[in-house]
């Protein structure tokens, strides 16, 4: 059984452009948050989404929008770049009831 | 709100030595509580958590929690450190309700010295 994953590994992007970032969740889970970890902090939560819908969000700026697909798959996208995001962006999956959180191995994103 | 704190950014242990890493929360509601160990360049891996059931909470690699009320406590120890323990450790909170968004702490990162 295939954890959650994530794609790309790592990604160098340019201040103004935008990006998209992708989850894939573990087997059986529907619910799937994104985190974005700074270099040397921890993770804060970015936004979660159930049934296709952003149910919680986070203290991010609308430059930051995701999506939700049938699959439960997910896209985290990016616009507007600034060097402040440059970071590890964290997918972690869930079931819906379930408190625990599984997470995936991260997008190093660098903005030049 | 929810807030961890995560006591000293760096912590550095002789193997074979005792491990303690601190963990001190916030919260308004009743709380879950987790640690979780990152390695370098990978993503985060779930030591152990606190939903409310027994205090002393056992995780995998030897490491244990203790959830103490009276001090918003939950600091993580393990008796015997081995040279493979050396990453970064994140204790978290959540609201008690299932599903909810993790808090974390800044972190503490564990060396273990030969």
């Known amino acids: 059984d295939a954890g959650v994953t994530q794609s790309p590994t790592h990604l160098i992007k340019t201040r103004g452009q935008q990006v998209t970032l992708r989850c894939s969740p573990k087997?059986?889970?529907?619910?799937v948050s994104w985190y974005q970890q700074a270099l040397g902090q921890g993770p804060q939560f970015i936004f979660q989404?159930?049934?296709?819908?952003?149910?919680q969000r986070g203290n991010f700026p609308d430059r930051f929008s995701g999506h939700q697909f049938p699959n439960y798959s997910s896209e985290l996208n990016v616009n507007a770049l600034l060097l402040g995001d440059s970071a590890l962006y964290l997918c972690?999956?869930?079931?819906?009831?379930?408190?625990?959180?599984?997470f995936g191995p991260g997008t190093r994103l660098t903005v030049t | 709100a929810q807030s961890v704190t995560q006591l000293g950014s760096h912590v550095s242990v002789s193997e074979g030595a005792l491990v303690l890493l601190r963990c001190n929360y916030s919260s308004s509601v009743p709380p879950y509580l987790f640690w979780y160990v990152q390695y370098p360049n990978q993503g985060l891996q779930l030591l152990l958590k606190?939903?409310?059931?027994?205090?002393l909470v056992k995780g995998i690699n030897g490491f244990e929690a203790e959830f103490k009320k009276s001090e918003t406590s939950f600091h993580l120890t393990k008796p015997s450190a081995h040279m493979s323990d050396a990453a970064e450790y994140f204790c978290?909170?959540?609201?008690?309700?299932?599903?909810?968004?993790?808090?974390f702490g800044k972190g503490t990162r564990l060396s273990v010295i030969a």
């Open positions: 972690a999956s869930s079931p819906d009831s379930s408190s625990e959180q599984y």
């Open positions: 989404y159930y049934e296709e819908e952003e149910r």
């Open positions: 087997s059986g889970h529907d619910t």
């Open positions: 606190y939903t409310s059931a027994a205090t």
């Open positions: 978290a909170v959540s609201e008690s309700s299932g599903n909810t968004p993790l808090v």
